[in-house]
């Protein structure tokens, strides 16, 4: 199949293939998303084929406005309201009581739905034109890095979806950060750009964030915390210190091609930032350009960006 990149002044072309049961990536401000039409089955069938995505691991809802909320979900806790009036639209995914008519292929067979307004306009003007919720993963392949910017759609799914929107790089460049509002709880799933800390101030209560110990055996809360995410091919190596990075830098391999990630200057050897918008295309420049290794130096700044840490993490593997 041929991928048809459409430009963002053709939006309908895009929402005419969402309505015709086809997956169509689009730019979203915090990275693409693979998108279907949340009532057609089959669509949202070919998304995990796509991303060789298990199916266990839900799908969330992209809305345009709060209208079409009753579409897709029930029960919905005042929290849910008092977050969507203060971050929607915005990086935000909130987990409520799904309707019965959401096929349970979205939601990997939960009785809850995740709900996102996103912030790009063209996102939410594409979901106006389809006229009901589109469910969107990350658009990367399942386990890789996630797509910030069009070239990153094409190299995993170039001849593998009916059409990509020819956006902008998302600015923020890491996943919506998902809180689950069920069982009258309020915990953080996922971290990501909006902090537990704003949470916290939006609602003047604390926010637990969920975190399995490696005894864990229940189902997990959010099934995609289980698997690899994010990994490029090379190895991740973590330092929080610039003196033990260099140290491990001279020690190793010189044959090796070893890429530098550093908000400080690394001795004279050439390092490139590490910033929340643009870590995903350093790993997957990483992969094309056959690094073996990647040395992660994260300074106080970084360590303090709990959603970037989770993603460098999960790319070291841990
Ligand atoms: O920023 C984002 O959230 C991006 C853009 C495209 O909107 N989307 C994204 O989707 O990151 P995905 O599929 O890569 O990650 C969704 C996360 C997964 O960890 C999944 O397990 C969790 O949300 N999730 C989805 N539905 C859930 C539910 N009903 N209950 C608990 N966790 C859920
Ligand atoms: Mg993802």
């Known amino acids: 199949m041929e991928t048809q990149k459409i430009d963002v002044k053709d939006l309908q072309k895009a ?40 199916s266990d691991n839900p799908l969330i809802a992209h809305i345009c406005d709060l209208n079409s909320l009753d579409q897709i979900a029930q029960d919905i806790p005042d929290v849910f309201y008092k977050l969507a009036d203060f971050f929607f639209p915005g990086p935000l995914t909130l987990v409520i009581p799904k309707r019965k008519e959401v096929p349970s292929v979205v939601s990997a067979g939960l009785d809850s739905i995740a709900v996102r307004m996103p912030s ?16 969107a993963p990350s658009a990367n392949i399942s386990g890789r890095p996630s797509s910030t910017q069009v070239s990153h759609v ?14 902008e790089a998302s600015n923020i460049g890491i996943e919506s950060t998902v809180v689950s509002l069920m069982n009258g709880k309020i915990e953080i799933l996922r971290p ?55 140290k491990a830098y001279k020690k190793g ?14 001795e004279k050897v050439e390092s490139f930032p590490l910033t929340m ?15 073996q290794e990647i040395l992660i130096i994260c300074d106080e700044e970084t360590q303090g960006n ?12 841990l």
């Not at 730019?27 to 089955?41: D, H, M, Q, S």
């Not at 190299?155 to 956006?167: N, Q």
């Not at 918008?277 to 690094?291: G, M, P, Q, V």
């Not at 959603?307 to 070291?316: D, F, P, V």
């Open 15 to 54: 929402a005419d293939l969402l309505l015709q049961g086809k997956v169509v990536a689009f730019p979203t401000e915090t990275v693409y998303g693979l998108g279907a039409c949340i009532f057609l089955e089959g669509a949202v069938e070919e998304i995990f084929r796509a991303k060789g995505r298990p």
């Open 120 to 135: 790009h306009k063209t996102a939410r003007d594409l979901i106006r034109l389809v006229g009901s919720p589109v469910v």
């Open 154 to 167: 094409l190299d995993d799914f170039s001849g593998k979806i009916a059409g990509v929107v020819l956006g």
């Open 192 to 246: 990501g750009a909006i902090s537990q800390e704003e949470l916290e101030t939006c609602l003047g209560q604390k926010v637990s964030v969920f975190t399995p110990d490696k005894d864990f055996l229940g189902p997990l809360p959010s099934p995609g915390m289980k698997y690899r995410h994010y990994a490029p091919h090379a190895k991740v190596q973590l330092f929080f210190s610039m003196e033990k990075a260099i």
């Open 253 to 266: 391999d010189l044959y090796h091609k070893v890429m530098i990630l550093s908000n400080q200057p690394f």
């Open 277 to 291: 918008n643009s870590f995903y295309s350093y790993l997957r420049l990483a992969d094309k350009d056959n690094y």
């Open 306 to 317: 709990k959603g970037l840490m989770n993603r460098i993490e999960k790319s070291a593997g």
